[in-house]
């Protein structure tokens, strides 16, 4: 077998962090660890243990209104714009570890308008609606009957919530009054301190509307028995507290208000100054927690109504919470906020036994992003690389972990491949750009705000702190870089680089200039720039420092590429050639050299023009332009040159990402497309490689980070296995057939899948000079195999009479096989063939059939015209025998006069 002189690049997806939520409706089991979130017009069920899809219900193509989820996660039930409302079954998946199976068990249409709230009791057996229209109804999960209708809110029913209250015998009508006072007069009579009929659970409902009213409904007696007039806004939330035997109410008229059982009167009445948008009971209905507009978790006393924790600045609108998730059996509740982040605060300050004290706001131990929005830019960051800096369309920059370590089990750990664990809070507007040092622990960021900050990461002690602030520029940073050349591995800088930050920074603004800032380890909170240069005539895209320290390379939307000297910063060369504004720049490592490029390097660059240019430093002129891309070229990273073997006759690689949602492979040194990866729906903004390993890391405008694994040297192994695999059945099969061992042969060409060796079989066999009696195929070895074959065999067999047939040199072979399989096999057993694995054909055993009768139809139509035809070639014959004149026509009897073949005489 001849060697490949050149070996294919070939990636796998590996792992992809995607959207888990975002916005809208969403719940939480009550042991923690199932969330149940809109995902657009899907909800997907999630493990926050360790942030794995446990399943997911697709949309009907409308926007979700409302979902709920019981308790126990026994059932979910969705309720759409689409007037729908489906309720489905969750149990434990049999096929797949840590996965659900929903199991849809009706489909109902609760209101005339869209459901717009929903609430489970405490059972998880009652459901209740409130919809657009006003109406309350309730629900039997399970049966999926209506048992309660109850009108009387004027507009949208905006809060439910099921609770059970102790009431009183005396006021219970449901029982004779005689029986009771005789049941009561016996446990008298005999001591019994502990009377039942004394107190009994009643179920009730509470219903908040957009117009300020609540309504209690008795589920017993199908009425309601209060309305609680006091808000002057939405009633966002309602809670009931059975120690204390209060109802609480936020609303968006920025109060909350306390409603004692009894009587239903307004117990106390709190000014929040902000619209609420949840509050609950905490500490054995001691706390209350409140949540709105402001973005901060805050508690009040239920005795006092004063609030105990401290005063706290408000945040910005993403901040403001639009849902607090909580349990009486967590140690924690959920905070969901605008922006479909999820903050998990501990409750550890208010642990029974409380005493009422101002105390500090409840610490947030972990972060869920629900959704990454565009993901922007991404860089590598730890000594290790174990981390993953994001910059997603946000003002902060999120830090996940890479690490593949799981706290089963337990959803306040969360320290799984994907789970964030560091925040940069700082600049005050939407980051554009970021870069990282050799280390690691060297982050830079350049934001609309103008200005760039340096952060020190120390993943070890979860330190992630900013080093330095940046301000000079004018206008708002597109670019930036670091310094990526490593230190002696024997000098200080190497052994403790947290100690010793990057010698410089670059970087490039909308104001059309670049700025060069020293750092030392003094270094103030401000620096100052060294120097800034006028640098191009359009908005500076990127920035790139070359391996060695000692240039950088700007590019712009002026379409040009410029080369600077980091020293002096003074331009030292200019690549032209680019038809658009040039998006990305990158220099190549110090090993990436291509024939002919010089001793000084490559550096490549993309553009919106749609094509990747490579230059050469030593006289700065295109080598290559790699075309191929549909959209822009917005990301280039240059793959560490690592050979597989001595058939890999690549040279240096490099990554483009571009606005077709495509990420390509090219070999630098013959500009071809070793692979194209294809992951994403929208725009590829971010791409990085891993410095080390090459694994890339993709991100996108469709919030989706993948995660690509180099499988190279797996696929060649596997295609020069298979090579060889084929080659020696190949083999054996030439062997079979010179041998006439019709069945091995035979059953080893369906196993190959190669039509073309198992026709020429069958052709033999049909055509044989010497034919079995009897046969149906020609000989009897052949008969016996064809009807002993497995299901999967004789599908396999039958696509191919199925193609066989579509032509008019193989029909006749082909009908003479598929009369064998008809005489060797019931009916029942054809009818129920199926298709098994990827035999080339899609559908059941009708769809070949059908094509098998189409073409037949047509050959057997065929003959009988030539049938005709050779009737009528017949009759003109006959007619020419008759005709007098020259020429005569011997065409019968011909023998009779010693002629062996028939004689046309000729006067």
């Excluded at 109902?108 to 717009?116: A, D, F, G, K, Y």
């Excluded at 059982?261 to 948008?277: M, N, P, V, Y």
Aim: proline share 4%.
């Amino acid at each position: 077998m001849a060697q490949r002189t050149t070996v294919r690049t070939t990636y796998d997806v590996g792992r992809t962090l995607q959207p888990i939520y975002s916005g809208g409706s969403l719940a939480l089991s009550e042991d923690g660890r199932i969330l149940a979130a809109s995902l657009g017009e899907d909800v997907l069920l999630t493990d926050l243990t360790n942030g794995k899809e446990l399943g997911r219900v697709e949309g009907d193509g409308e926007t979700i209104t409302a979902l709920a989820l019981t308790p126990s996660a026994s059932h979910l039930i969705i309720c759409s714009r689409s007037l729908s409302m489906r309720i489905y079954a969750l149990s434990p998946s049999d096929t797949a570890e840590d996965a659900i199976e929903l199991h849809l068990l009706r489909t109902l249409r609760p209101h005339t308008s869209p459901v717009v709230t929903l609430a489970t009791d405490r059972t998880g057996t009652l459901v209740g609606t409130g919809g657009a229209d006003g109406v309350v109804k309730v629900w039997d999960i399970r049966a999926g009957y209506t048992t309660h209708t109850f009108h009387g809110h004027g507009g949208v029913v905006s809060a439910l919530h099921f609770f059970e209250v102790e009431v009183p015998e005396s006021e219970d009508a449901s029982e004779n009054n005689k029986k009771r006072k005789r049941r009561k007069s016996r446990h008298e009579e005999a001591g019994d301190e502990n009377a039942p009929g004394e107190n009994h659970i009643q179920y009730r409902l509470a219903s908040g509307a957009e117009d300020g009213k609540i309504r209690i409904w008795d589920l017993h007696k199908r009425k309601s028995t209060a309305v609680l007039d006091s808000h002057v806004s939405v009633v966002r939330s309602l809670q009931y507290s059975p120690q204390e035997k209060v109802l609480v109410s936020g609303s968006r008229d920025k109060t909350l208000i306390l409603w004692e059982s009894h009587r239903w009167k307004a117990q106390r009445t709190i000014a929040a100054l902000e619209g609420i948008e949840d509050a609950g009971f905490i500490a054995g209905g001691q706390v209350l927690y409140s949540g709105g507009e402001n973005g901060r978790i805050r508690l009040w006393s239920a005795a006092t109504g004063q609030e105990l924790t401290q005063e706290q600045e408000p945040g910005i609108e993403t901040d403001e919470i639009v849902n607090i998730l909580h349990y009486a059996s967590l140690q924690y509740l959920i905070s969901v906020h605008a922006d479909q982040v999820l903050n998990f605060h501990s409750l550890k300050a208010v642990e029974p036994p409380f005493v009422e004290e101002v105390i500090e706001p409840l610490p947030i131990f972990r972060r869920v992003s629900g959704t990454h929005d565009e993901v922007i830019d991404i860089a590598y960051v730890g000594r290790d690389r174990s981390l993953l800096a994001l910059n997603t369309n946000s003002e902060d920059i999120r830090i996940v972990t890479l690490s593949e370590s799981d706290s089963a089990g337990d959803a306040t750990q969360g320290r799984y491949f994907g789970a964030d664990v560091g925040l940069l809070k700082g600049h005050e507007d939407i980051v554009i750009c970021l870069d990282v040092d050799w280390s690691g622990h060297w982050l830079v960021t350049g934001a609309k705000d103008n200005t760039a900050r340096l952060w020190r990461l120390d993943p070890e002690n979860d330190s992630y702190t900013c080093a330095a602030v940046l301000t000079g520029h004018a206008e708002s940073l597109g670019a930036i870089a670091l310094p990526h050349s490593a230190p002696q591995e024997s000098s200080a800088a190497f052994t403790d680089p947290l100690s010793h930050p990057p010698s410089y920074i670059v970087t490039g603004s909308q104001d059309k200039t670049v700025k060069r800032w020293d750092v030392t380890k003094e270094m103030k909170q401000k620096l100052r720039a060294k120097y800034t240069r006028k640098a191009h005539d359009k908005d500076i895209n990127a920035i790139d420092i070359d391996p060695s320290g000692s240039l950088f390379a700007s590019a712009s939307q002026d379409r040009t590429v410029k080369i600077y000297s980091a020293t002096e910063g003074e331009a030292i060369g200019v690549l032209r050639g680019h038809r658009r504004g040039v998006w990305t720049v990158k220099f190549a490592p110090k090993d990436s050299q291509v024939p002919n490029s010089g001793n000084k390097g490559l550096i490549a660059t993309g553009s919106g023009d749609k094509t990747v240019k490579i230059w050469s430093l030593a006289d700065y002129s295109c080598l290559l332009t790699l075309e191929g891309h549909s959209n822009s070229v917005l990301k280039l990273a240059w793959l560490p040159y690592r050979p597989v073997d001595t058939r890999d006759k690549r040279g240096p690689q490099i990554a483009s990402a571009a606005g077709d949602g495509l990420v390509k492979i090219w070999d630098s040194a013959s500009g071809e497309a070793m692979s194209t990866l294809d992951n994403h729906t929208d725009r590829v903004w971010a791409l990085v490689a891993h410095p080390v390993t090459g694994a890339l890391v993709s991100g996108g405008g469709d919030s989706v980070i993948t995660f690509w694994q180099d499988t190279t040297s797996s696929t060649l192994e596997a295609a020069t296995t298979a090579e060889t695999e084929r080659v020696e059945l190949d083999q054996k099969l030439q062997n079979y057939t010179y041998a006439g061992n019709y069945r091995e042969a035979i059953v080893l060409a369906l196993q190959m899948d190669q039509p073309g060796r198992l026709f020429t079989l069958l052709k033999s066999v049909v055509e044989t000079e010497h034919p079995d009696p009897g046969s149906i195929s020609g000989l009897d070895t052949v008969d016996d195999v064809l009807a002993n074959l497995a299901d999967e065999q004789l599908y396999k067999l039958l696509l191919r009479l199925r193609d066989w047939n579509t032509n008019v040199r193989t029909a006749p072979i082909a009908q003479k096989i598929l009369w064998t399989v008809v005489k060797s096999y019931p009916a029942a057993r054809l009818a129920s063939l199926r298709p098994q694995g990827k035999v080339g054909a899609k559908g059941s055993l009708k769809d070949i059939l059908d094509a098998i009768k189409a073409y037949s139809e047509r050959h057997y139509k065929r003959v009988e015209e030539l049938v005709d035809e050779s009737y009528l070639l017949d009759f003109t014959l006959r007619e020419m025998d008759e005709v007098g004149g020259d020429v005569k026509a011997i065409t019968n009897g011909a023998s009779l006069l010693g002629f062996e073949r028939d004689v046309i005489m000729v006067d």
